[in-house]
């Protein structure tokens, strides 16, 4: 029944071929010291060392490159402020076509001047989703630029899930995966790999308890919506999605959640033990394998968790 | 004339087979923004993602595992409230003998306590040069201990010299390497061991403003001492060494000193833009990477530079 959704492992394949190059292959790191705490083989999917500092260049770059040329020369329009609209710059640049940027006007000057870095061309708008929703669409009927969103589309997926597919292929003995959801894509992407790999592998979610719409979504058995997010990990505020929502349905195990304690702790552990700048959003999933929920999985003898990103304001202590 | 100097390619490679499988063959990792800063292909040795977090673990590892079983037993010693003390301490774990560290009633306590998580035996001295010898030398007399020194001493000179045996064995067609110098024990094993590989390569010495006896050393073709170091860098404050200093003489083409401003800014570059945690000693070699000095150097096409720490106090800023 796997053509019942959005992505397939074939999916992930083309995606894996057609962004061969262009994307690290980002390194697996273990710790002893990690190791011994989780009481297990642990082995992270560094894409904090991915380009523009996570794993959204890997989707970004297979949406870009899989547009005809007819549709690539009008260029792509997303609405993010965050490394969604880092990675849709950097691979149109990459590509050589306009990427128009609706930003929040609220944003961080610090990540506009990021998106400009990156040759992106920035519209603000009103901070609300209605608005940036609204800007992005004048963009697309003005332009004829194709809208990339950051989660729910089939190549942005497809994209992510190869991170899953290149750590199996480092690591091809993992017992189960852990990545952070926020709107899925890392988590349904890289579970359609995972499993279309290794059958038997078991894929959880990591979520803070301050986002935890997936973890209540899972609990339910029925999609359930973010409203008022509050936590540090400021890459996973938002829902779950059509596209995404079902494949975490149906084939993630659980999704566990941790406090904005146990992400800093984990963040804190992650630079100060394997010299790794790792966001709040990359650590939850070293959190949640650090929990005694966690833990009690006695059958688990390894473990790959994805460290989704590495971008952090440095002028700011964390703990 | 190799066998004048206290470590030749062979030591070096004895040494790779000996700590083979006990220290990390670290990755390399490359930018294309610091390639294009720099104005030339840089790939960073992460010594920095070693084990205790730096280079030491190499040489003391050698000269640890060098020993016969009657000297192992005896344990090992040294001084030091650096780098080599924690490196020391755990490779002496790994071998099951004791380490007895001496350090200066001064050492900050989170130092103490990491070489005491490694299981080092701690004896605390007066803070001078005099006093920790000779603790150094009491503990030698009463427990048969073998002393290791820091740097100068042939099996930790030909261990961290693995180092650069390494970097050569991933990246073969490399022009130039540049490691930070200290006590020099790094810079004149990567120095014996890269032109043993590749005669052509040209080694270069990068050291803070602050600290640049080695510099000084070289333009006067004489060894001079340090006094009153005073740099960010506080893994680099020691002179050269009677074995370290001849082989630098001889066979490293020039020193470079950077302020505590550049490495500043170096080691933010490698954490923004890299996602490492590099401390500032670690950073030296960037930062010289970076000047016009070394720019000027035009027919370098590819340089490697050794990351040689990552262990700084996550409880401050830098910048």
Redesign the interface.
């Known amino acids: 029944m796997m053509t019942s959704y959005a992505c397939d492992l074939a999916a992930v394949c083309d995606a894996a071929a057609r962004i061969a190059g262009v994307v690290h292959h980002t ?1 697996v ?1 273990t710790s002893e010291t990690l190791d011994s705490r989780a009481g297990r083989r642990v082995f992270l999917k560094c894409e ?2 991915q380009k523009v ?1 996570a794993f959204k260049y890997r989707g970004a770059s297979n949406a870009v490159r899989k547009l005809t040329v007819a549709q690539a020369t009008r260029g792509v329009v997303t609405h993010s402020s965050g490394n969604h609209a880092q990675a849709l710059a950097l691979a149109a640049r990459v590509r050589g076509i306009p990427a128009y940027i609706v930003m929040p006007k609220t944003a961080p000057a610090v990540k506009k001047a990021a998106v400009e870095g990156y040759g992106g061309i920035v519209t603000e708008c009103e901070p609300n989703l209605a608005a940036r929703e609204e800007a992005a669409a004048a963009l697309v009927a003005k332009t004829g630029a194709t809208l990339i969103p950051p989660f729910d589309h089939v190549d942005v997926i497809a994209g992510q899930g190869t991170a899953a597919l290149e750590l199996l292929e480092d690591v091809p003995d993992l017992d189960a995966l852990v990545t952070p959801v926020g709107g899925g894509g890392l988590l349904a992407g890289c579970c359609i790999a995972a499993q279309g790999m290794k059958p038997t592998i078991r894929v959880f979610g990591a979520e803070p308890l301050g986002a935890d719409d997936a973890a209540r979504s899972k609990a339910k058995g029925e999609w359930q919506p973010q409203t008022a997010p509050n936590t540090i990990a400021d890459g996973l505020l938002t829902s779950t999605g059509e596209l995404t929502w079902p494949i975490i349905r149906d084939r993630v195990e659980r999704v566990f959640t941790v406090s904005d304690d146990q992400i800093r702790a984990a963040m ?1 552990f992650i ?2 033990r ?5 966001e709040p959003s990359g650590a939850v999933g070293v959190a949640v394998v650090l929990t005694d929920e966690f833990k009690a999985h006695a059958d688990i003898g390894s473990v790959g968790i994805v460290i989704s990103g ?1 971008n952090v304001s ?4 964390y ?1």
Do not use: A, Q
């Open positions: 390194p790191m904090n060392l500092g804190r630079w100060e394997m010299k790794l700048i790792v590495g440095l002028d700011k202590l703990w």
